[in-house]
Each structure stands twice: as structure tokens, then as C-alpha cells.
């Protein structure tokens, strides 16, 4: 069993946010003996997991979680204020890469600073000088200065001298997300090389797809603590689920601030009054896999002393691109509903979803019997997840199929 490169224990960070400035040489002078007003913000706390050597392990979590505030740590940019670090071997860190450039200084130059910084040799890098040169793309322009390259170029290179570093542990900070799709695609091979010569990788990212693909476990940040360390599939469904219900918090703050804006319509006789996705053992989710059972529970309330004869309820379901991918009404099923009246419940139950990754939305609808004049319809407001499974899907559904070499 492989043993540890990583340990993180218990590791807590504070920065402090100073609330005055002093700007001029006078208000440095008179408050010389006076402290600064500052606050004191918590960007970690109480961090712990282990990473085995050869470990690919992702990282995920919202938009200031203390992702890149950790992988600052582990590189040794930051100390931990309370806690522990303990890291086997060298590290390469792939954090805001090319930031040690020289912009006065050609391409050229910049290679063997940038490399030195990183570690490596004199030798390592003329040997490696060609390799670099090759995935930057940059022949052309060795000795132009850096300030005339593009911010792309720029990342070019500085991604293929950080390549060409030997470590054995790297970490990666949203390297995915630069370049165009030519240039993720090269990046992700020589990212798969490494891990094929069995190196440490800690990944950080938004793409839950790209973690599943890379990474047999992964860990959660929220509120800057660990929410949750476990396989990779598992915590990418929970990210994805709670990236929903914020989505949803905001979609009804929203609701509630233009109320009577929402694209909403009918005689409002009834009206539908919450929609929510259960799983098959009825447990409430919004981030569903393929070929899992999907409960839709939709809570209406009738008005009052009003009696609905022979309504007739509908669902549809839309893709992100608004394609209207499914729809059905209770008649077409075989369900008549003699009347209905003050408040009830009604559910739609998909036996063995096969649509494809991705976001969809759903709208709700009850309608007289003869379907021609709605009494409450409620247009694409709300959302469940088909999270992505490890093999990567095409087109709107995914059908039950299969190769066969003949």
C-alpha cells in the first residue's frame, strides 16, 4: 500500500484586511504609534486529508473556498497559521503561471529564468530547450521581447517550461482553463503522461467532468472548510447539487423581487404552488445519473370554492439550449382525474432516465380537459442535473446501444 507525500493537519490560515490607508508620507508620520483598523478573514479552517503517492486527487468547490489559497500552502507560498504541512518530494506548482516573466527580456531569456525559478538546471534546460520551444510554438519569435506576445502566447510558454520540470508532485490550478480547445487538449495529454509515469497530481477545478475523467477521489471545500472526502463521482454529484441549490436561492430571490415578471400564465382556478425532485427511495435531489429513477412532486392549490372538473396536468422538459426534449400530459398516460380541489399533490415518476449530461428545465402545467385554455402553466423554472459519467456523452438522449466487430 502506498504510503503519504501529502499531509494535511488541521491547517488553518487568517489574512488581515486593513479598513484605513495611508497613503502619503504625513499620515504614515502622525500615526506612526497608532494601529491599523484592520479585520481578520479566515480563508481556512481546520483542513485535514492525506494524499497516497501516484494519487491523482481533485479539489473542488465555489469561487472562494480557499482552493488556491490551499495549493499556495502546499507550494510553500503561504504558511499555515495553525496546523500542519508535510510534503515528500519536489513539488511543481502550475499556480499563475508565468508569473516570474520578464517582460523586457526576450522568450529566449525568459525560458532560462522562468526555468531556473522553477528548479531547474542550467543543462536540464538546454536539453529541454527544443521540447520547449516546439509546444509553445513560438520558433518564430525566441528572441522577441515578451511584451510584444500575446497573453495567450504568453501562457503557452509558460506552461511548456513548467511542463518540463521533473517534480513529483504537481499541482494544478485551473490549467485547464486557459488557451483555446487546441491547446487544453495538448495540456491534458502531457497532464495523462504524468500520470501514467506515476505522479502525484492535486487538481483544482470547476469542470466536475474533468475531475471525474482524472481523479479517483476528491475533496470539497466549502466555507473554506472540507465538506466532504470521497470517490470522485460521489463528490462531483454533491458539488453539482449544491451549485443547484444555490442557483435555486438566487433564482427565487429573484422571483420574489420581480414577482409577476416570470414567464407564468393561465386563469389561476389552481395554481402550482412547489415543484421538487426526489430519487426512487424518495429522498430530495436535483443531480440525477443516467439510468436512475427521477420522482417530479408537484403541490398545487386550488382556490377557494372553486371545484376543477376533469383537469388535465402536463410536463415538459428542456434542454439548456431550450429544445424541448420531452412532454407529456396526464390523459396520455391513461390518468383521468375526475376533479380536484383546495390543495393536492400529483407526481411524475421517469422509470430510467437516459437523457445526456447537462442542465435541464422543466415546466408545469394544468389545463382543462380539453387542454385549450391553461389555469396555470409555469415556463422552464425549474432544474435538475444529469451529472456526467466517466464516458463522455453526445447529443440530447442517450439510447441503450452497443459495438459489435463483426
Same mark, same amino acid.
Given at each position: 500500500m502506498n504510503s503519504y507525500v501529502i499531509k494535511v493537519d488541521r491547517v488553518s490560515k /487568517? +489574512?488581515?484586511?486593513?479598513?484605513?490607508?495611508?497613503?502619503?508620507?504625513?499620515? #504614515?508620520?502622525?500615526?506612526?504609534?497608532?494601529p491599523r483598523k484592520k479585520e481578520s478573514f479566515e480563508a481556512l479552517s481546520n483542513v485535514c486529508f492525506e494524499v497516497r503517492k501516484g494519487e491523482w486527487l481533485g479539489l473542488i468547490g465555489r469561487n472562494g473556498s480557499g482552493k488556491s489559497t490551499l495549493l499556495k500552502m502546499l507550494a510553500g507560498i503561504y504558511q499555515p497559521d495553525s496546523g500542519k504541512i508535510v510534503t515528500k518530494g519536489k513539488i511543481i506548482p502550475f499556480l499563475e503561471l508565468g508569473? &516570474? +516573466? /520578464? =517582460?523586457?527580456? =526576450?522568450?529566449?531569456?525568459?525560458?532560462?529564468?522562468n526555468g531556473t525559478m522553477l528548479g531547474m538546471t542550467r543543462e536540464g534546460l538546454e536539453n529541454s530547450f527544443d521540447k520547449i520551444v516546439e509546444f509553445a510554438e513560438i520558433k518564430s519569435f525566441l528572441d522577441t521581447p515578451l511584451k510584444n506576445f500575446s497573453s495567450g502566447m504568453q501562457v503557452r510558454l509558460a506552461f511548456a517550461i513548467a511542463i518540463q520540470s521533473e517534480g513529483d508532485i504537481y499541482l494544478l490550478d485551473e490549467v485547464m482553463a486557459v488557451g483555446d480547445t487546441v491547446f487544453q487538449q495538448r495540456c491534458l495529454?502531457?497532464?495523462?503522461?504524468?500520470?501514467?509515469?506515476? $505522479?502525484t497530481v492535486i487538481l483544482v477545478s470547476h469542470d466536475a467532468d474533468l475531475v471525474r475523467r482524472t481523479c479517483k477521489r476528491a475533496v470539497l471545500l466549502e466555507n473554506r472548510k472540507v465538506k466532504r472526502i470521497g470517490k470522485s463521482d460521489d463528490i462531483c454529484d454533491l458539488y453539482t447539487q449544491y451549485n443547484i441549490e444555490i442557483k435555486e436561492k438566487i433564482k427565487a430571490r429573484d422571483?420574489?423581487? %420581480?414577482?409577476?415578471?416570470?414567464?407564468?400564465?393561465?386563469?389561476? %382556478?389552481?395554481?402550482? !404552488? !412547489?415543484?421538487?425532485?426526489?430519487?426512487?427511495? &424518495?429522498?430530495?435531489? /436535483?443531480?440525477?445519473?443516467?439510468?436512475?429513477?427521477?420522482?417530479?412532486?408537484?403541490?398545487y392549490d386550488v382556490k377557494d370554492g372553486v371545484t376543477l372538473e376533469k383537469p388535465v396536468f402536463g410536463i415538459? @422538459? #428542456?434542454?439548456?439550449?431550450?429544445? #424541448?426534449v420531452f412532454g407529456c400530459y396526464?390523459? %396520455?398516460?391513461?390518468?383521468?382525474? #375526475?376533479? @380536484?380541489?383546495? $390543495?393536492? $399533490?400529483?407526481?411524475?415518476?421517469?422509470? %430510467?432516465?437516459?437523457?445526456?449530461?447537462g442542465s435541464y428545465l422543466i415546466s408545469i402545467a394544468i389545463y382543462s380537459e380539453s387542454r385549450v385554455i391553461p389555469i396555470d402553466r409555469v415556463v422552464k423554472a425549474y432544474t435538475f442535473e444529469i451529472a456526467q459519467g466517466r464516458a463522455k456523452d453526445f447529443g440530447v438522449v442517450q439510447l441503450s446501444s452497443e459495438w459489435k466487430i463483426q
Open positions: /487568517n +489574512f488581515n484586511i486593513p479598513h484605513e490607508k495611508r497613503n502619503t508620507f504625513k499620515e #504614515h508620520f502622525w500615526n506612526v504609534f497608532k508569473v &516570474g +516573466f /520578464n =517582460s523586457e527580456l =526576450s522568450a529566449r531569456e525568459n525560458i532560462f529564468l495529454e502531457e497532464f495523462l503522461e504524468l500520470k501514467e509515469n506515476g $505522479k422571483k420574489k423581487r %420581480d414577482r409577476g415578471k416570470e414567464e407564468r400564465d393561465g386563469t389561476k %382556478d389552481a395554481s402550482v !404552488s !412547489s415543484v421538487y425532485f426526489a430519487d426512487r427511495n &424518495g429522498e430530495s435531489r /436535483n443531480v440525477f445519473r443516467r439510468g436512475d429513477e427521477i420522482n417530479v412532486n408537484i403541490e415538459g @422538459i #428542456h434542454n439548456q439550449s431550450g429544445v #424541448h396526464t390523459d %396520455d398516460l391513461g390518468v383521468r382525474i #375526475h376533479k @380536484i380541489k383546495e $390543495k393536492g $399533490k400529483i407526481a411524475f415518476k421517469i422509470n %430510467d432516465v437516459n437523457l445526456s449530461a
